[in-house]
């Protein structure tokens, strides 16, 4: 595996490979990898003739009052796992590589940023796509792998990629869970002892949803609420939204109908947890 950290360096092998017909599955990601990446991975080199895994924790897509400077970082181990995936390229920049001075152009994501994380965190989807226009470029892939745990991401990466005219296929994968049920996520581990058994009632909650939904119960509304009560009586987090959206559209919707997503964000004391379910109902 080669671990590059130059822009110039990264296009030079991929123009490369591109003009020798290989296909390059990417799989973008902030780092401090867990299984959900490891997932990701291992369909890209399935699927791939060249697998690139990218390492950047983007400055852009946080907010100042966010968790950019305690974000876990842990090069070493991410580089032993990418490599134990059988990854052809790490591309590992800095920060004044990928943004050597103040940018003149950056990304606006006019639609689906009103809703879910985009409400509260004014700004971020900019951030995200500002980034990945720089990385498609960077990478050129034939496929990029997201997952589904960040759905929101998912729904505007697709927007990004259309709008933009990407030669790209957008690969959405499945959410990574834990034993509990809990959702792999690199901020897990900023969870204090008693909230990472408290953190299962995320999941537990959308079960319910699940089932309730499954048993004929079609009130939005309701099914915000019952996910409410369950987080409030389980956990001492505080609720940052429960959302209930068509997707990928992420329209409101006053009956459930259709393919929906139902996700929630949680806040515990060092770290904000997202989950969700997207279903589809007849
Ligand atoms: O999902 C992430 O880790 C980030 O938002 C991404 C896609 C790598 C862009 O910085």
């Known amino acids: 595996m080669k671990v590059l950290s130059t822009i110039t360096e990264m296009q030079t092998e991929m123009i490369k490979h591109k003009a020798s017909g290989k296909t390059i599955g990417f799989v973008p990601t902030m780092g401090f990898l867990h299984e959900g990446h490891l997932t990701l991975l291992k369909k890209a080199r399935k699927e791939n003739d060249i697998v690139v895994l990218s390492i950047f924790v983007n400055p852009l897509q946080f907010g100042p009052n966010e968790d950019f400077s305690t974000y876990p970082r842990d090069f070493d181990r991410d580089r032993k796992l990418a490599e134990k995936e059988n990854a052809d390229y790490l591309f590992y920049p800095s920060v004044e590589e990928m943004y050597p001075q103040k940018s003149s152009v950056t990304v606006t994501v006019h639609e689906r940023t009103d809703v879910l994380c985009g409400k509260s965190r004014p700004g971020h989807f900019d951030g995200v796509a500002t980034v990945l226009t720089k990385l498609f470029h960077i990478v050129m892939p034939t496929n990029a792998y997201f997952g589904k745990k960040d759905a929101q991401q998912v729904a505007v990466v697709e927007g990004l990629i259309k709008d933009f005219h990407f030669p790209i296929v957008l690969v959405p994968v499945d959410i990574v869970r834990e034993e509990d049920g809990l959702a792999k996520s690199s901020r897990n ?16 909650s959308l079960k319910l949803a699940q089932s309730a939904i499954e048993q004929g119960e079609r009130n939005p509304l309701n099914i915000s609420a019952m996910i409410k009560e369950m987080i409030e009586n389980e956990t001492d987090a505080a609720v940052d939204y429960i959302e209930i959206y068509s997707y990928p559209q992420l329209q409101p919707l006053e009956i459930l109908k259709g393919t929906i997503i139902i996700a929630m964000a949680v806040k515990f004391t060092k770290v904000r947890l997202i989950d969700n379910v997207i279903m589809t109902i007849d």
Do not use: D, F, G, H
């Open 189 to 204: 581990i900023n969870l204090l002892p008693a909230e990472r058994v408290q953190a299962a009632s995320l999941s537990r």
